[in-house]
Every structure is written in structure tokens, then in C-alpha cells.
T-cell receptor
Framework: GQNIDQPTEMTATEGAIVQINCTYQ??????LFWYQQHAGEAPTFLSY????GLEEKGRFSSFLSRSKGYSYLLLKELQMKDSASYLC?????????????FGTGTQLKVEL | DTGVSQNPRHKITKRGQNVTFRCDPI?????LYWYRQTLGQGPEFLTY????????KSRLLSDRFSAERPKGSFSTLEIQRTEQGDSAMYLC?????????????FGEGSRLTVL
């Protein structure tokens, strides 16, 4: 089976840095995604990690440790528009191909 | 607009009725996924197609749910004899099989309310 854990809610201040953690247990691990989802909208791709280490993309960075089953998403210079749900998703190689399994999401609220 | 398109965007129906949702993926994407999402939860996998072949179906999916992708392009998801517990957002996503990441591109979703 699979288990993906991430905090339900987080609050941070505009201009600050926030780290959203994700831990997972799965077989056939083949990569980890972070998606952003604003209320009532579709999830949109933020980052992808398949090897250990840090991937940086502008204000957003994502880290992966495969041996620990751990990832985090780092958001710098927070803006009000960053208020959204952040979904951790594990890609697993199955008989039919790759499948993404999502965590429950972390609702981030950015305050003034 | 060349993204994933879903319709209808909203559907309100009475318990026991059948509903059908349509998804048009990005044209060059050969993989198509259906997910279901309820408030405060992440998307839950329902089923997956590669071209016209349905390769995987969630064990959580009852026999009332059926999906097709007859020509390997658009897909339909039908729910028969709807129940109030079927109320959710139904998300369609597509991806390109040769993509290095396998990133999924999501549509805006079809919101179902069963009264």
C-alpha cells in the first residue's frame, strides 16, 4: 500500500519563507511531484524530483530524500497569491505504467 | 485553448439518475487519467488509459462507474444510479507517454452534486 503524509494547514507571513513537508511510504517509487491548487481550480504543476537533492525554480524549491521517504517544498518571498493548497504526489511504476497518488494537501494561508 | 477540457463544469442531479462527464485531453497526450476530489482532500485515482486501453482501475471504484476512451482521444466517465456520496469534483488529466517527468496536466474539473 501507500501512505503520504503532509500537514493539513500552515500559516505564514507575506515576504517570509515557508517549508511544507511530505513523507511517504510506497513501493515502486518513480518520482515525486508538488502541485499547487487554488480553491475551485485545477492543480498546476510546480516541481518534480526523482533523484536525491534540491531542485530550485525561482521562488520555489523542492527537496527529496529517497532513503528517508521525505520531501519538502520551500516557498520564498511569500506573496498573498501563494495562498493555496499544496499537493504532494508520488509517482509509482505499476503494471500499466506510471500512476500518481496524491496526499491530502496542505492548505497554506499567507497573511499580511 | 489547448489545455485539458472537461464538460459539463457543473452537474446537479437527483439520486438514482445517471450522469456522464466528458474529457478532451491535450491532443498529443496518449495517457488520460480520471481522479475524484472532495473538499479538503487530494485527488483520488479512479482510472487510467493509455491510448484506448484502460490499464488500471481503482479497487475503490464500484461497478456503477465506467470509463471509456473509444478512439484514444476524448474520454467519458459515466456514473449510474448516482448516490449522494458520489458528490465530488471529477478531474481529468493527461500526460505524454514519452515525457521524462510524466507530469499530469489537469482540466478544470466537473463538479457533481447529487441531491
Amino acid at each position: 500500500g501507500q501512505n503520504i503524509d503532509q500537514p493539513t494547514e500552515m500559516t505564514a507571513t507575506e515576504g517570509a519563507i515557508v517549508q511544507i513537508n511530505c513523507t511517504y511510504q510506497t513501493s515502486g517509487f518513480n518520482g515525486l511531484f508538488w502541485y499547487q491548487q487554488h480553491a475551485g481550480e485545477a492543480p498546476t504543476f510546480l516541481s518534480y524530483n526523482v533523484l536525491d537533492g534540491l531542485e530550485e525554480k525561482g521562488r520555489f524549491s523542492s527537496f527529496l530524500s529517497r532513503s528517508k521517504g521525505y520531501s519538502y517544498l520551500l516557498l520564498k518571498e511569500l506573496q498573498m497569491k501563494d495562498s493555496a493548497s499544496y499537493l504532494c504526489a508520488v509517482k509509482r511504476l505499476t503494471g500499466g505504467g506510471n500512476k500518481l497518488t496524491f496526499g491530502t494537501g496542505t492548505q497554506l494561508k499567507v497573511e499580511l | 485553448d489547448t489545455g485539458v477540457s472537461q464538460n459539463p463544469r457543473h452537474k446537479i442531479t437527483k439520486r438514482g439518475q445517471n450522469v456522464t462527464f466528458r474529457c478532451d485531453p491535450i491532443s498529443e497526450h496518449n495517457r488520460l487519467y480520471w481522479y475524484r476530489q472532495t473538499l479538503g482532500q487530494g485527488p483520488e485515482f479512479l482510472t487510467y488509459f493509455q491510448n484506448e486501453a484502460q490499464l488500471e482501475k481503482s479497487r475503490l471504484l464500484s461497478d456503477r462507474f465506467s470509463a471509456e476512451r473509444p478512439k484514444g482521444s476524448f474520454s467519458t466517465l459515466e456514473i449510474q444510479r448516482t448516490e449522494q456520496g458520489d458528490s465530488a469534483m471529477y478531474l481529468c488529466a493527461s500526460s505524454f507517454g514519452r515525457s521524462i517527468t510524466g507530469e499530469l496536466f489537469f482540466g478544470e474539473g466537473s463538479r457533481l452534486t447529487v441531491l
